[in-house]
């Protein structure tokens, strides 16, 4: 019998301590990526990131594809998650990733093919190995949080305030790719909307996907992609301090989107 796959849509979570450092689009840098663990105070122990003050770390998504070290990324974060307290809200490629995994057919562009020939050069056992812990880590995530009393939302692409404790495959599309106007650009791809610009709820929204020059705050929302694999910056939010830790990347991907890149 098949084994039944469940995906988890939302969770709302307290924590005594809500201390958290979300990091926003990594893509595989992973040099850029351990540079603002450091920075955040972090300290290796046991093979382990691990803050004094008990912080916790969080990813808006988008862990791999496109840089030159996405398993060394998504082994960095399998481990955060299962053994050091971490979250990994689901971004598109860890979505994409995710279905690969399951046998669906996905295109393999996107910087999705990076990932697979660094996967494709291990021996079978450790691939083997690989898709299984990566769909446990994935199944244990979802696509939104909500922390501290809900004033904090973590989300990859968008999430309206009325989206906020409901789920609905629209509520997904939004989740992973941010609110869209119907329309496709030159390119073929779907034109995005800026949501933010009318969002109107209490909780801080920390997203990411979408590449700007620099985290604005826009109506209680906060978009920590600054592009670090097109040579931007990798940006951490530190909660609730809202200060922001900043590495810069190097150009590992040429960027075609429709963002702005940070000079
Ligand atoms: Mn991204």
């Given at each position: 019998?098949?084994?039944?796959?469940?995906?988890?849509?939302?969770?709302?979570?307290?924590?005594?301590?809500?201390?958290?450092?979300?990091?926003?689009?990594?893509?595989?840098?992973?040099?850029?990526?351990?540079?603002?663990?450091?920075?955040?105070?972090?300290?290796?122990?046991?093979?382990?990131?691990?803050?004094?003050?008990?912080?916790?770390?969080?990813?808006?998504?988008?862990?791999?594809?496109?840089?030159?070290?996405?398993?060394?990324?998504?082994?960095?974060?399998?481990?955060?998650?299962?053994?050091?307290?971490?979250?990994?809200?689901?971004?598109?490629?860890?979505?994409?990733?995710?279905?690969?995994?399951?046998?669906?057919?996905?295109?393999?562009?996107?910087?999705?093919?990076?990932?697979?020939?660094?996967?494709?050069?291990?021996?079978?056992?450790?691939?083997?190995?690989?898709?299984?812990?990566?769909?446990?880590?994935?199944?244990?995530?979802?696509?939104?949080?909500?922390?501290?009393?809900?004033?904090?939302?973590?989300?990859?692409?968008g999430?309206?305030?009325?989206?906020?404790?409901?789920?609905?495959?629209?509520?997904?599309?939004?989740?992973?790719?941010g609110e869209t106007t119907?329309?496709?650009?030159?390119?073929?791809?779907?034109q995005r909307r800026d949501w933010a610009a009318s969002y109107?709820?209490?909780?801080?929204?920390?997203?990411?996907?979408t590449?700007t020059?620099?985290?604005?705050?826009v109506n209680?929302t906060?978009d920590?992609?600054?592009?670090?694999?097109?040579?931007?910056?990798?940006?951490?939010?530190?909660?609730?301090?809202?200060?922001?830790?900043?590495?810069?990347?190097?150009?590992?991907?040429?960027?075609?989107?429709d963002g702005?890149?940070?000079?």
């Amino acid at each position: 019998m098949k084994k039944e796959r469940r995906e988890r849509n939302f969770r709302i979570l307290e924590f005594r301590e809500n201390k958290y450092d979300i990091i926003g689009d990594i893509h595989g840098c992973y040099e850029e990526l351990i540079l603002l663990i450091e920075q955040l105070g972090y300290e290796k122990k046991d093979g382990l990131y691990v803050h004094p003050e008990g912080r916790r770390l969080i990813s808006v998504g988008d862990v791999a594809d496109k840089g030159p070290r996405n398993l060394d990324c998504l082994h960095f974060w399998m481990d955060q998650v299962t053994y050091n307290g971490a979250f990994w809200v689901h971004g598109n490629h860890c979505n994409k990733l995710y279905r690969y995994f399951l046998g669906n057919h996905v295109r393999i562009s996107h910087g999705l093919e990076k990932t697979l020939c660094e996967l494709d050069a291990l021996p079978k056992e450790e691939r083997q190995a690989f898709r299984r812990r990566y769909m446990q880590c994935y199944e244990s995530q979802c696509y939104y949080l909500l922390l501290d009393k809900k004033r904090l939302a973590i989300v990859h692409g968008g999430l309206q305030e009325e989206s906020m404790g409901n789920f609905s495959g629209r509520i997904r599309a939004v989740c992973l790719y941010g609110e869209t106007t119907g329309e496709t650009d030159e390119n073929g791809r779907p034109q995005r909307r800026d949501w933010a610009a009318s969002y109107h709820g209490k909780a801080l929204v920390v997203y990411g996907h979408t590449v700007t020059a620099a985290p604005i705050l826009v109506n209680h929302t906060v978009d920590i992609d600054q592009g670090c694999v097109y040579g931007g910056y990798l940006t951490a939010l530190r909660y609730p301090e809202m200060e922001f830790v900043q590495v810069r990347g190097k150009p590992y991907a040429e960027y075609h989107g429709d963002g702005v890149l940070p000079k």
